[in-house]
């Protein structure tokens, strides 16, 4: 049976996916892949030009996914507390139903991948981080004391770090240990 455009290659990332989300986490391989695909490594390389490029648009999943969510908070939420406490509860569950990706966000699955893969994990979390610091400065500017923006940094570097340490937990512990887990009771220790 023919697949339509595009589907052949939504099957080979969602596969991709699917083998990330195995808690042993073994280095992944074309021939692997295929034979989970149900085709042959050849027709992977049509639809894909190297392993490196399936996992660039995973993570083109991921960036658009985060953000989209992130530029939704920030247009219908006016309160930079509020924000921020959505931003990472989103954060947080995005990990929590997507586990495949988290391996690509900690680095895991990227290990013996190309070095610009790791390179534009790290842009998308420095993204997350500044989109947290902009709305801690919201929050600032609202309460009367926009002069704390290095504050606004450092909390804002300091959340972003209990993400990635949330999401490290959650694979370590093959993906048993929910990212959101005492994220209310979390929320009080940022002050957020």
Do not use: C
């Amino acid at each position: 049976m023919a697949t339509k455009p595009g589907e052949r290659k939504t099957q080979i990332l969602q596969t991709l996916a699917g083998m990330l989300e195995q808690p042993q986490g073994e280095k992944i391989t074309t021939a692997a892949l295929a034979a989970k695909v149900g085709v042959s490594e050849a027709a992977l390389y049509r639809h894909f030009a190297s392993k490196a490029q399936m996992f660039e648009a995973l993570i083109e999943f991921i960036e658009e996914s985060v953000f989209t969510l992130v530029n939704q908070i920030a247009q219908t939420e006016r309160d930079g507390r509020a924000q921020v406490q959505q931003i990472v509860s989103m954060l947080l569950n995005f990990a929590e139903k997507n586990p495949g990706m988290v391996r690509v966000l900690i680095g895991d699955a990227l290990v013996h991948e190309d070095t610009r893969l790791q390179t534009r994990i790290n842009q998308l979390l420095d993204r997350i981080e500044a989109s947290l610091k902009q709305s801690l400065q919201l929050a600032q500017a609202t309460a009367g004391n926009p002069a704390l923006g290095t504050q606004a940094g450092a909390q804002a570097n300091a959340l972003a770090a209990f993400v990635i340490g949330r999401w490290q937990l959650f694979a370590k512990s093959g993906f048993k240990r929910a990212p959101s887990e005492f994220w209310v009771e979390q929320a009080a220790l940022f002050r957020i």
